[in-house]
Every structure is written in structure tokens, then in C-alpha cells.
């Protein structure tokens, strides 16, 4: 631990798995106090048990992202409990895959609800908490290299990855008028070793019941030519937090091996 993030209090939802635990787990290493929110309940507190046992601070909460009750709930825990919030890790996200033409209005509006709407109410029922520190603070949006390009059976991933990565730069914008020394970035994993190829290969393939071989994948798609891990990730969402990026807002940091380069 070099304390780069020391003092400071960061909200991570989505953090039970993946990505989002691999943020919790590096935010807590370097000092930070982690709330980690999910509604995957047994898994949450396996983070935090483990972020615990490691020497840092961390604490649960249930939480719907697509609720704006919820919201209101988990930030005035936080504002209860800690006083402040520095940093806002909007993480959580599913992925559902399949032709266009045969996805259910009912799955467009749930992913939607959950990668899109889920980043407004935690953008909106965040700032004013961060603004009372009156020291600033970062929020980082977890995107996708499917918010940067196309791609063939995830139209509907792709429209709410890209709506995320818009959104963002809008965001940054008004609190850069604003002058509350709010940063606000994005970050689009590229192919990542976490839970959300499984549910994305379902789709994909009917009958399929394992995630992809993204070792394959990587090699043949990625001029790295290996896969990505959630600290990959994670290392740069920390950084976005830090005051090494002081001077960094309103842009996409894209971790990806160089496939969108490709």
C-alpha cells in the first residue's frame, strides 16, 4: 500500500465481482474506505471480508442501481456514516447479446435500465455529496470498447455503452462550469477475464453453457495478444481517482490491448 488514495471514500456498485471487485479490492489497498454495492449479497460481503483481511476498510450494501430510491438510500448511508464521498465507480452492467431483430423490448429496456439509467441516478444523487468535502473528486464511468465501435450481435450493449461514454463527456462538462473540481472520466475495458462473457455468450450461442475461450479470442483479435485481467482495469480507474490525474476530465481511457486500434 502507498496510500495514493489515503482518506479517502470511494463508492463502487457492481463491486461483488469482475471489475467492480477488482477496483474495490485496489481503491482499499491503496487507502481508501470502499463501499461496495450489488445485489449479489453473499459475494459482496466476500469482498469486503477479504478487503478486510488485507488491512483495509470496506463495508456492503445492497443496492439496485436501476432504483432511484435506492440511491437516495445508499448515499445518505455514506453521507451518515463517512461524512463525504470522493469517488464514484459507476461499474455495474450486464451484457445481453442476439440478433436485433429477435431481442425483447423487455431485455433492451432491462439493460438499459441497468448500464445507462444506473449511471445517471448515480452521477445525479453523487455530486451533491462529493461537492461538501469542497476538495473535488473524480467519477469514472465504466464503459466499453463496445461504447467506441460496433459490433455484431450487441446493438443493444453497444447503445447503452456508447450512451455512457456521451454522457460522461456532458457530465464532465457541467461540473468543469460548475468549478467544484469534479472530474469525470470513462474507461472501456477491451476483452477482460470477468463473469459478463457468460451471460454474452448465452445470447450469442443458444444452448451454450461456458463462457467463451478468450485466450483465442485475445490472440487473434488483440495485437497484445493476450486478454485482460479486472486489475488491468482497475489500475487505471485508480489513477483516474488519484491526483496524478488532476488534470485529466471529460476523457475515455481505453484499456484494451490495442484492439479498437486494430
Not at 445518505?76 to 451484457?95: E, M, P, S, T, Y
Not at 466499453?144 to 465501435?149: D, F
Not at 461456458?210 to 479486472?230: F, I, R, T, Y
Amino acid at each position: 500500500m502507498t496510500g495514493r488514495v489515503s482518506g479517502k471514500v470511494a463508492l463502487v456498485t457492481g463491486g461483488a465481482s469482475g471489475i467492480g471487485r477488482g477496483c474495490a479490492e485496489k481503491l482499499a489497498a491503496e487507502g481508501a474506505v470502499v463501499v461496495v454495492t450489488d445485489i449479489q449479497d453473499a459475494l459482496g460481503a466476500e469482498v469486503v471480508a477479504g478487503i478486510k483481511a488485507a488491512g483495509g476498510k470496506a463495508e456492503y450494501i445492497h443496492h439496485d442501481v436501476t432504483s432511484e430510491d435506492a440511491w437516495v438510500d445508499v448515499v445518505g448511508q455514506i453521507k451518515a456514516r463517512h461524512g463525504r464521498l470522493d469517488f464514484l465507480v459507476n461499474n455495474a452492467g450486464i451484457g445481453i447479446g442476439g440478433s436485433i431483430l429477435e431481442m425483447k423490448l423487455e431485455d433492451w429496456r432491462r439493460q438499459t435500465a441497468i448500464n445507462l439509467d444506473g449511471v445517471f441516478l448515480g452521477v445525479k444523487h453523487s455530486i451533491p455529496l462529493i461537492r461538501v468535502s469542497g476538495d473535488g473528486g473524480s467519477i469514472v464511468n465504466i464503459s466499453s470498447v463496445a461504447g467506441l465501435k460496433g459490433s455484431a450481435n450487441l446493438a443493444g450493449y453497444c447503445a447503452t455503452k456508447g450512451g455512457v461514454r456521451l454522457f460522461t463527456k456532458a457530465v464532465a462538462m457541467e461540473c468543469a462550469n460548475a468549478k467544484d473540481g469534479i472530474r469525470v472520466n470513462s474507461v472501456h475495458p477491451g476483452l477482460i477475464e470477468t463473469p459478463i462473457w457468460l451471460t454474452v455468450q448465452a445470447a450469442l450461442t443458444p444452448g451454450a453453457n461456458a463462457a467463451p475461450d478468450l485466450d483465442a479470442m485475445s490472440a487473434m483479435a488483440v495485437p497484445l495478444g493476450v486478454k485482460g485481467w479486472p486489475e488491468d482495469i482497475a489500475n487505471g480507474v485508480l489513477w483516474l481517482c488519484s491526483d496524478e490525474s488532476r488534470y485529466v476530465t471529460g476523457q475515455e481511457l481505453v484499456i484494451d490491448g490495442g484492439l479498437t486500434v486494430r
